[in-house]
């Protein structure tokens, strides 16, 4: 598949271009579209390569936004990569391999638009002074500089009482094999899921809701799909959508709820989540949202829009291992939280309430 050797930041910026090409009522994903999606990915290996040319990312959109012409957004229009842009991939394989790197990052699709050099992407990057043999040059640099290990974590506070997770937990009532399965593959990765405590509040906040339409923003390897799906099940079917950035994610949930019989009442996507939930459309009972936090504001608006009056939404890691108790704390993921929370607790058509199991749940229902 073509973009098995994309690593995340890379696809990120494939969905990005796409995104944009939309916006731009295009209907095709053109060289401009994928380098104006590689500016959106502002800490990538790309993004650190333009800085040391001495080139920002705000220059080089300003620049591109110059020739742009804009129509009528085309949301959830089929979007294919043209000849040009398909030719930067093929370019970035290319770059990969001269690299000896045996993965697609952002680096390899700034070389590859580079050096296409007839599209929009390459004029303005030429414009601006970006040249191959220096992209190259700085390419190389970066991924000869040693690695600094990262920093210790800083310890996390204890919210509760050390024995109250293990507690809440001996409370979940007894689940089939494979979710036991499921967690047991989370520890061993050390992939983020929500545990059996929020999973068995999610299947009861959906039996109580009578939940039959399910949504969910950055699903994992299916977990809390599974609680979902389960409990839809039980309320006489429906469906619930699992979305993901990674094919190899969503196969791996495909697989994992494929044993617990429930692949018939679940909708699989591999795409950016918030505009993935735009392009499906539709109401839902219940909206999940799990994305990096720093996306939480900006997903609040389309959540509202997508949720029936009644129905519910749900947001993960609202306390953010105590976090956000920390007025020094100025990360973006932080503040992500913060203003989110603000967003809720300051908007009339919802009722909420933030429930402090494991990482902290926010339920709000929407009134009108």
Not at 173 to 181: D, F, G, S
Not at 247 to 256: D, I, R
Not at 311 to 323: E, F, I, P, T
Not at 333 to 350: C, K, M, N, P
Request: with cysteine; proline share 4%.
């Amino acid at each position: 598949m073509l973009w098995q050797r994309f690593t995340e930041r890379a696809r990120k910026v494939i969905f990005y271009a796409q995104e944009e090409a939309q916006q731009l009522g295009e209907t095709q994903v053109s060289t401009e579209h994928l380098l104006l999606g590689l500016m959106r990915e502002s800490d990538s290996v790309a993004a650190r390569i333009l800085d040391r040319m001495g080139v920002s990312l705000q220059r080089i959109r300003n620049e591109i936004e110059r020739y742009l012409t804009r129509s009528e957004a085309r949301y959830g229009a089929e979007m294919q990569l043209t000849l040009r842009a398909k030719r930067v991939i093929d370019l970035a394989y290319d770059e990969a391999r001269q690299l000896n790197n045996n993965y697609i990052g952002t680096e390899h699709l700034l070389l590859g638009l580079i050096r296409e050099g007839e599209g929009l992407a390459a004029r303005v990057l030429s414009k601006l002074g970006v040249t191959l043999e220096a992209a190259r040059q700085v390419t190389a640099q970066i991924q000869d500089e040693p690695r600094t290990p990262p920093s210790p974590a800083p310890k996390r506070p204890k919210l509760y009482h050390p024995r109250l997770s293990e507690y809440l937990e001996s409370l979940v009532p007894p689940r089939p094999a494979i979710l036991q399965a499921m967690e047991a593959h989370a520890r061993a990765t050390d992939f983020p899921i929500v545990g059996p405590m929020v999973g068995q509040f999610f299947y009861l906040i959906t039996r109580l809701t009578g939940a039959t339409r399910v949504f969910e923003l950055g699903s994992g390897f299916g977990y809390s799909t599974a609680w979902f799906a389960l409990a839809v099940r039980e309320n006489g079917g429906g469906e619930v959508h699992h979305v993901v950035w990674d094919e190899n994610l969503s196969q791996q949930a495909q697989e994992f709820l494929r044993g617990l019989d429930l692949l018939d009442i679940v909708r699989f996507h591999v795409g950016e989540a918030v505009q993935t939930l735009q392009q499906v459309g539709g109401e839902y009972d219940i909206i999940f949202c799990d994305i990096d936090k720093d996306g939480y504001p900006a997903s609040w608006q389309v959540v509202k829009q997508h949720l029936r009056v009644g129905g519910v939404a749900l947001y993960d890691n609202m306390l953010w291992s105590g976090r956000i108790w920390d007025d020094s704390d100025t990360f973006a993921a932080t503040q992500g939280v913060h203003e989110l929370t603000r967003l809720i607790s300051e908007d009339s058509d919802f009722t909420f309430s933030l429930l402090p199991i494991r990482d902290g749940v926010l339920m709000a229902m929407k009134l009108r």
